[in-house]
């Protein structure tokens, strides 16, 4: 069930004004394509490009890691590719949360292998006390500590992805 809110959607927003100002003053001379890591990422991808007043181009991938905490690098099963050709594109890779830092460094990986002109990832939350492989966060929303967090796009087995801010999970 739902616990403590952790960011509220006024910071939420806050948040995501920020980083809209921030990738604009980036994305000068680029061609830049936003590809969001399904599914986390749906709300905040949304209200973030929509905040970006600059020709772009969104898709989206998903992947499904093998499970739980024998996780690895290298351990993921792509589920939904991208359509977009990112060969000499600027990619933003746009992800909910960092928490090992496995995920974003496959994704990374099957999208290097596509020959874009440059990867910067761009995520609304970090837990940087779980980290397990280092990953360059170009444009981060905020800084978290080890809880396990939903709404805003974020789940706990399909559920609370529609709370408009992000909870603490707390187990009954
Ligand atoms: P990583 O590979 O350990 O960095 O995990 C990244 C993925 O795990 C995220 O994209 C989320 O789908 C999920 N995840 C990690 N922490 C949380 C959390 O606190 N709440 C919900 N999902 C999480």
Redesign the pocket.
Known sequence: MLGSVVVSSEEIDGMIRRLASEIEADLEGRSPVFIG?L???VFFLTDLTRRIRHSLEIDFIQVS?YGAST?SSGSVVLVKDITVDVRDRDVYLV????????????VIRLIEARHPRSIQVVSL?S?PS????D?EIAFLGTE?ED????GYG???AELYRNVPEIHV?ETP
């Open positions: 890591v599914k986390g990422c890691s996780t992800e909910d949360i960092v928490d090992t830092g496995t995920t974003l460094t496959d939350l837990k779980r980290r397990q492989v990953v978290i809880l396990f967090v939903v974020l789940d706990y999970l």
